[in-house]
């Protein structure tokens, strides 16, 4: 008999102690995540006391269609970098287009990514509301909670009645496997140990998580280091940086990690120069290309739906494309019926095409309609300055989540059903892991109450996931082509 993750949580729930052990649990765990490294602009998280526990179903369901997506996605970007017509469809800023249009090795394109998809856990069906790439993170939050529950009486009954895994090794052993395999293969060993970077504006940084990989990377036999892209320079001996924040100084820099995103570099141009100078003679070899920018920006919602995209796919591509991406487009007069979005706000949410951590999104299921107004005239027709899209609304999943806030956590607030969003990573086109995040309204983030939930696997068969750990970073493996054989969604 299957059983569903509703009654997966319904065990794990029965299997909490009551009063105050579970008290005395609750609040261990939040001062364990007080002094994590799961620090976001100098917040610690809030984070759920109930893992988001997923079973085999959802595995295969998330798998066939990310990494089919994967597939669709390295199209697109083919078809941008080869085909000046299908580049206008984005009619992205000339600085922008220059960074796209670096030579790049394959494997270097988009070697890892985290897919936000809203997932019901009830018919396994999703609905994608971001791409990310370079700038995906979040697997150190999904760690650290999981850690912060490892020792509770539930999670240790849990165990021994289940088979439970979760996703470190694919997200931390791994892909620092894959970023360095495919740039040590064609190194000389007489060369010496290689230097990698991390480049990022660091104040938009994920830092803690950066400390983290920075062991691994130096245990895979590189010497490894984080530096801030406005303090590179560009010398007779290599790109470098006498001001690390990790590792070394005044080094040359073989292979750059970058985890800055393309809006990030357009908006400080004038400052990174030395970076941007050299990617575009090839002085530093650059793991994880500008390319992915294309689908990084949310543009490329309408993209997909229009028939030049459609051409490049197969049928079970277009299938899913036509399941799984919702009506996007431009808020502008002539595209869009202005009227109708604003009779039926909460049918609506609208974005700009290229920022993250949802700064200027809207839900207008979040305002009056007088408010909803205003939104809509101030975003519409490039009124910001910038392009905003408009995006049928998914509504999420609900499921249960017990928070943990507050100084010593909260352990009074009963458990509570909210929202879903989940990130779907994919390393080396494989489908590697769940990041879990949870909110009491319709934009799911902290800053609007959300939680992290620590994604834990029970009786799941995640064998075949070592594939995600090889050489050959970038592109998807041959299997993933046929993926949505691996299962429906």
């Known amino acids: 008999m299957t059983v569903s993750t509703r009654q997966l949580n319904e065990e794990y729930l029965a299997l909490m102690p009551d009063g105050p052990k579970r008290a005395e649990e609750m609040r261990a765990a939040r001062h364990y995540m007080e002094g994590s490294t799961a620090v976001m602009g100098g917040h610690v998280l809030n984070t759920s006391f109930l893992p988001k526990l997923l079973d085999e179903g959802s595995r295969r369901a998330m798998k066939a269609v990310a990494e089919t997506m994967y597939g669709v996605l390295v199209k697109v970007i083919d078809a941008y970098r080869r085909d000046r017509d299908y580049r206008a469809l984005f009619d992205f800023d000339e ?5 796209i249009m670096l030579p790049c090795r394959d494997e270097a394109l988009m070697p890892i990514a985290r897919i936000d998809a809203f997932f019901n856990e009830d018919d396994g069906s999703m609905a994608f509301c971001e791409f990310n790439t370079d700038g995906a993170s979040g697997m150190n939050e999904n760690r650290e909670t999981l850690a912060s529950i490892r020792d509770t ?6 165990a021994r009645a289940h088979r439970v895994t979760d996703d470190n090794d694919r997200l931390f052993t791994g892909l620092v496997a894959q970023l360095t395999a495919f740039y040590l293969r064609d190194r000389d060993p007489a060369a010496g140990a290689p230097h990698f970077a991390v480049v990022d504006y660091l104040e938009n940084a994920v830092v803690e998580e950066f400390k983290v990989y920075a062991p691994l990377f130096e245990a895979a036999g590189v010497r490894f280091s ?11 001996d290599g790109l470098m940086s006498d001001r690390p924040l990790i590792g070394e100084a005044a080094r040359p820099i073989d292979a750059l990690w970058r985890r800055s995103v393309a809006s990030d570099v357009l908006a400080h141009w004038d400052e990174s120069g030395a970076f941007i100078e050299a990617l ?10 500008f390319a992915n920018s294309v689908v990084h920006d949310k543009r490329v919602f309408v993209v997909l739906r229009r028939p030049e995209t459609l051409a490049l796919l197969t049928a079970e591509e277009r299938a899913v494309v036509e399941r799984v991406i919702p009506f996007t487009d431009y808020l502008e007069t002539g595209r869009v019926d202005m009227e109708q979005i604003k009779r039926e706000r909460d049918r609506w949410i609208v974005k700009p095409t290229d920022m993250y951590g949802c700064i200027g999104v809207f839900a207008g299921r979040d305002f009056s309609a007088a408010e909803w107004d205003d939104v809509v005239e101030r975003c519409r027709d490039g ?12 509504v999420p999943y609900g499921s249960p989540a017990w928070a943990l806030r507050g100084s010593a956590g909260d352990c009074e607030v009963p458990p509570e059903t909210m929202n879903n969003l989940s990130g779907l990573y994919l390393v080396g086109g494989r489908f590697a892991g769940v990041f879990s995040r949870l909110g009491p309204g319709p934009i799911i983030l902290g800053k609007y109450g959300g939680l992290t939930a620590g994604t ?4 799941a068969d995640w064998d075949e996931g070592t594939e995600a750990t090889g050489a050959g970073a970038g592109r998807m493996a041959p299997a993933a082509a046929e ?4 299962g429906a969604a």
């Open 95 to 99: 600085r922008h287009e220059r960074l």
């Open 153 to 158: 009486t539930a999670y240790e009954r849990f």
């Open 226 to 236: 984080v530096y801030d892209i406005r303090d590179l320079v560009l010398t007779e």
């Open 280 to 289: 575009e003679a090839g002085r530093v070899e650059l793991i994880g290309s």
């Open 383 to 394: 009124r910001t300055g910038k392009p905003y899209l408009v995006q049928e609304f998914c």
């Open 456 to 459: 834990l696997w029970v009786d």
């Open 483 to 486: 993926a949505g054989k691996d």
